[in-house]
């Protein structure tokens, strides 16, 4: 009898023991789970910042590569990330246009409170506002409207815009839809 004894506590041992066992597993369990999270995020959220980055010189160089080829015009198609959801881009040389505001409230404020494109920082704003600050060289825009900005939207992270060459600067519009 008393060797059934000490095996009925061995047994009562063991199960305690893999209960603490189980613990120390769920606690590491729970810190991949948390430090992997953590880091699947980053990854993601670098890689957001790249495409905004190589977005952003795509943007600038296009613009800047077509103004001195007087009367070049190409439609270009620009890649973002899919949380931006419009694109305006004002010519700062010319008179304020109150009816910006209704587009892009950011947009709106810098040009009222600018003297010219010398005096600013940006010239294209993002719908949700960009990390940082995009100043393309001297634009001019063409719409049917005559207005002075042009404003496009996004649509899964795509835009396309038609750029033409004007010798000192790189006239915008959008581009038709046949």
Aim: hydrophobic share 40%.
């Amino acid at each position: 009898m008393i060797i059934k004894k000490k095996i009925i506590r061995n047994k009562k041992g063991m199960g305690i023991g893999q209960v603490f066992v189980f613990i120390v597993a769920a606690i590491t369990f729970a810190l991949i789970m948390i430090f992997g999270y953590k880091a699947i995020t980053g990854f993601l959220k670098s890689g957001e910042d790249v495409a905004f980055v190589q977005f952003k010189t795509d943007l600038e160089s296009s613009i800047k590569k077509i103004y001195t080829e007087y009367g070049s015009v190409r439609i270009e198609k620009f890649t973002i990330p899919a949380k931006y959801k419009q694109i305006c881009f004002v010519d700062l040389d010319k008179p304020y246009d109150l009816s910006l505001c209704k587009l892009d409230q950011i947009a709106c404020s810098v040009w009222e409170d600018s003297l010219d494109y010398d005096h600013v920082d940006e010239n294209v704003f993002l719908k949700p506002l960009a990390p940082v600050k995009i100043k393309v060289n001297r634009i001019s825009i063409f719409s049917d409207d005559g207005k002075n900005f042009l404003c496009v939207p996004i649509y899964n992270g795509i835009f396309s815009i038609l750029l033409e060459g004007k010798g000192d600067h790189t006239e915008l519009s959008k581009p038709s839809s046949d």
